[in-house]
């Protein structure tokens, strides 16, 4: 496989995990697929993580965002173990 092929796999996989994390949020559900809605709220994001408390929001989704992964982590293995 040719290494232009390998690197449009890899973004290509990556752009499709980052659609998903929008999905698993509930976005898209939320917004009734309005693609104009979650393109302005992911601008407002960006906004927000550019000006002077950029890094505070950063901290506070990013706790936020592991603490979802780990009650999803956790939710698996419990519905795994029964």
């Known amino acids: 496989m040719r290494t ?8 290509t ?3 499709i995990e980052l659609g998903g994390l929008v999905v698993k949020a509930g976005i898209v559900e939320l ?13 407002w994001i960006a ?6 408390e950029g ?7 990013s ?3 592991k603490e ?3 009650a999803e982590r956790h ?3 419990n519905s795994q173990g029964t």
């Not at 917004?31 to 601008?43: E, M, S």
Request: a positive charge.
């Open 4 to 11: 232009w092929q390998v690197e449009r796999r890899k973004r």
């Open 13 to 15: 996989r990556h752009l």
């Open 31 to 43: 917004t009734n697929d309005d693609r104009a809605t979650i393109y302005g709220a992911l601008l």
């Open 47 to 52: 906004a927000k993580l550019q000006n002077h």
């Open 55 to 61: 890094g505070h929001a950063r901290h506070l989704w």
């Open 63 to 65: 706790a936020k965002g």
């Open 68 to 70: 979802a992964f780990n």
């Open 75 to 77: 939710e698996q293995q």
